[in-house]
């Protein structure tokens, strides 16, 4: 009957059907805890009466927080709470929970007020301990609001009380937050002596200006670059126009005298220069000085004025400087002798120009003029320069000074506001809610009653479901033996014990009473007690469980059509994990009701070594062994009802283990030939040295009795392994089932009786 697809793990889950095992299964536990949670519960109703309270609430817009004097300091600082979340109103919590606020408002409410319905007493510390102990603070977790709670059993003091912890937390707050030691006079001291420091410095400011000359850094450092910039223009322009006058005035005539008679000769020798019309030399030298004026005048146009070389102006200048030069050029071309003019032969220029022989003269002079100005500012830039640190840091001073006299003014301030409006006042602590008037909460008192309530129920299902699945590891159901250990169930028998259905059983354990050779009776040959002496005919084993032998009957003989086994007979061994199990009840039962179908025998083999399946039957021999059952001739004395025959193959000899084996394999072929439909052999429980595990492998099938609620599922899932090694086809019976939930209830059909 095993199959690679029952080795496969199932899945954890729970159906409706688990839980109602469950719970009925452990219903005596639930209950007892829900009662115990019901007794706790009157107690606590009873006893613990929801004491007065009032509540008020708290906004805090913001935490201003100051630790020293020092105005520059970063501890200096107002925290908003918008930005700082969560941790700074926790802060304000242990603030208001602190001792030293219960210990003063224990004291200003008076101890014995606080301990009256205590128990009495003038204990300030104890009185401080009780209001710590009934003091409920609870920041919101999405606002800036606090909720604040207190509780006591007179109602007249819970209102009184809280708002004086409310206004011991307000001065709290302020000593806590505010810079320590700082009064009214030391505040006015330090704003005199910052006045009189903000005076000094000032003075110093002013003589360092002085000395340097200066008003203001700013417009003298912009005026010095400025005009060191517009002096540098200047020189440029001049050395430039100097450059350019320079290569249009030809060079001095050079001493001509000769020095030898060579030199005369060549001179003598020259020819004379060649006359050009006056018309052409004037042409040539207006030509001239029109390009020194329209050089000068592009040359401010760059320099002086900032114009770059595509304004219109520009390029108009440009242009007609091209044409000159142009013009000069064609002169030059044309007329060769032009170029060796003397200056002095050139024509006047225009009227208002400078000669180029005059700016020549004058240009040197000015481009030197410059140069000593440029000088001189460069000079008087680097002493203001040497100035500006020393002004820098008087500024600096004086900025550092200002501030911790605004610092310290608006602390005086502050102060004195404070003062004015009263002690206690925080403005940046505002009430949203005064402290309401003294009531009780009973919606929290009774969800502490029905939290003890449900909490005994849900601590009783927790118990039962611990057990079930996590303690007891125990197969309680039909459903678990395929769902957990992989095997078909053939059957499950009911446990004849439960709700009183052991009346239905027989009143004694039936053995096997055969006649003795003198004729006495079992109990007079001192076989059985005399008390289990049975009437003849009365084999039945449990007449309440006949129907589920007919049952597994049925379902066996279903089991082998299936698998087309027709042969005769059929071999089939029932065995367990312990004993106990029902192995020879369940065998004995089987054997009975297989006799009652049809004219085939069926013989029942008891392996076991006392109390076998055979000692369950009426006129029997339990001194007939199997090989004497297989014999046609011998088999009369071991029949106990028609068509049901019994032996014993079952020893006291320890050889057993080992002779049973091999001796067995050589009665396979008898058995087989033999004209029986069924053999049912009632085996040992299932060990690693039983001989059930060896003998196995030569059954058609093999049912493994599994006690319910007994048996560990460990346990037979060992034991299926051992005998799936001897190639036996395992399936399973569950016997002594118990029903703890109502029939309407179950959804397992296996499940029910």
Sequence with gaps: MNNSRHNEPAAMSISLGDIYFVVFRHKWKILLLTLAGLVAATGYYFKRQPPYQSEAELFIRYISDSRNMSPTDDNSRVTSQMNVGQGLMNSEVDILNSFDIATQVATNIGPERILAKYGGGNDAIRAAVEIRKNLRVAPSQQSSVMHITYLHPDPALVQPVLNEIIRTYLEKHAQVHQAIGISDDLLTDQITQLRGQIAATDEELRIAKTNAGIIDMADSQKSYSEEVSRIRRELFQAEAELAGHESLVPAQAQDTRPTNSIATNAIAATPAPVKLPSEITEQYQTACTRQAFLQKKENDYLMDSGFTPENNLVKEVHAQLAAVIQTKQDLEAKYPSLTDLPVETAAAPAPGLPTPVNLLAALPLRVKILQQQLMRLQSDAARLDEAEARINDLLRKKQVQESSYKYFANSLEEARINEALGPGHVSNINRIQQPSPPYKDFAAFYKKVCLLIFGGLGAGLAWAFLIEFFLDHSVKRAGEVEGKLHLPCFLSIPDLGQNKRAVKAAAARRQLAAAQPNGDSPAAAGLVPATHDLEANAWHINHALDTHYDALRDRLVLYFESINLTRKPKLVAIT??????????????????????????????????????????????????????????????????????????????????????????????????????????????????????????????????????????????????????????????????????????????????
């Design 576 to 753: 367990s994990t312990n004993r106990g199990a029902g192995v020879s009840t369940i065998a004995a039962g089987l054997a009975a009701s297989l006799s009652e179908t049809g004219d085939g025998r069926v013989l029942l083999v008891d392996m076991n070594r006392e109390h076998g399946a055979a000692q369950q039957f009426f006129n029997g021999q339990p001194s007939c062994k199997l090989d004497d059952a297989l014999l046609s001739d011998k088999r009369d004395h071991a029949m106990v009802k028609d068509n049901l025959y019994v032996v014993s193959e079952s020893s006291h000899s320890d050889q057993l283990t080992r002779v049973l084996p091999k001796r067995f394999a050589t009665l396979v072929p008898q058995l087989k030939a033999s004209d029986y439909d069924y053999i049912i052999f009632d085996m040992p429980p299932v060990t690693q040295t039983s001989i059930t595990t060896r003998l196995a492998g030569f059954m058609d099938t093999v049912m493994l009795v599994i006690e319910s609620e007994k048996t560990d599922r460990e346990v037979v899932q060992q034991a299926n392994a051992l005998l799936s090694k001897s190639k036996a086809n395992v399936s399973a019976i569950l016997n002594k089932t118990r029903q703890y939930v109502p029939s309407r209830l179950v959804h397992d059909i296996n499940s029910k009786m």
